[in-house]
């Protein structure tokens, strides 16, 4: 059973700080790592997707990848109420199969 | 563009009954993909669909059966409901070159079998 490990929260940070989240997955063979996000009652959205170790930014989002310790993390920086919702942590291990985590909730404090 | 859909967006049925969840999608996308959400489990696939009529099982095939004539269709079909079918079911599709494995999700469908 491959496995995709995120903390469930809730996480709360104030507006305008950096919000962290992380997951684990347990196939070292996998490739494509990808960030959705879930607003209440709605569809996962895709934010990120990062395919090598190392650091990929767009806008206030960055995806950081470590293939070697098996971890992938989101940071949100500047963030915004209008960020509050379920972030997903999506792995590929080849193929078209992909895992999800259970996600974790996060909450930006006005 | 409407890129994906699916019908209905709830339904309501009884256990024993044959229900079809229908997906559409405007993009050509060769994969399409099945997924129920439930609290706890997150996303998990139910059936995939590399091209039409070529299709294979997930994590949770059991009790669910999928059809794929034509590339932009994808029904799903419970053909006798139970209530641990009880969830909300996303289809989701992504291209086969490009950025081959981002997925794009339909709007999805809440089901409740009672």
């Known amino acids: 059973q491959k496995e995709v490990e995120q903390n469930s929260g809730p996480l709360s940070v104030p507006e305008g700080a950096i919000a962290s989240l992380n997951c684990t997955y347990s196939?070292?063979?996998?490739?494509?790592f990808f960030w959705y996000r879930q607003y209440s009652g709605k569809s996962p959205e895709l934010i990120m997707s990062i395919y090598s170790n190392g650091d990929k930014e767009d806008g206030r989002f960055t995806a950081q990848l470590n293939k070697a310790s098996q971890y992938v993390s989101l940071l949100i920086r500047d963030s915004q109420p209008s960020d509050s919702a379920t972030y997903l942590c999506a792995v590929n291990g080849g193929g078209n199969q992909f895992y999800f985590g259970t996600g974790t909730s996060l909450t930006v404090i006005p | 563009d409407a890129g994906i859909t699916q019908s209905p967006r709830y339904k309501i049925t009884e256990t024993g009954r044959q229900v079809t969840l229908m997906c559409h999608q405007t993009w050509s996308h060769s994969y399409m993909f099945w997924y129920r959400q439930d609290l706890g489990h997150g996303l998990r696939l139910i059936y995939y669909s590399a091209a039409a009529d070529i299709t294979d099982k997930g994590e949770v095939p059991d009790g669910y059966v999928v059809s794929r004539s034509k590339t932009e269709n994808f029904p799903l079909t419970l053909e006798s409901a139970t209530r641990s079918q009880t969830s909300v079911y996303f289809c989701a599709s992504n291209p086969l070159s490009g950025r081959a494995y981002e997925q794009y999700f339909g709007p999805g469908t809440r089901l409740t079998v009672t």
């Open positions: 196939d070292r063979g996998s490739q494509s």
